[in-house]
């Protein structure tokens, strides 16, 4: 079995590219935390949106025949 000793040179040069790798990553997680902090609300405004939506169609779905009846009502009382 062979054991591998390090300098202390090569030692300080492991730790700096880890302490340098683990600032990258913890850059890369921040971005990532914005990304989903913003999907998230972007999922928010689509989700009132849809409801916002669905509203309207249904006003309009009730709307429409609703002055169809009040039309023929007219119609009836003009007679």
Avoid: C, H
């Amino acid at each position: 079995m062979s054991e591998e000793f390090y300098s202390n040179r090569e030692l300080f040069e492991i730790i700096q590219t880890t302490v340098k790798k683990m600032a990258d990553l913890k850059k890369e997680m921040a971005e990532t935390r914005a990304i989903i902090r913003d999907y998230n609300g972007l999922r928010k405004k689509i989700e009132q949106t849809d409801t916002r939506l669905n509203t309207l169609l249904w006003l309009v779905g009730v709307s429409i025949p609703a002055l169809g009846l009040l039309f023929a009502f007219l119609n009836y009382l003009g007679r």
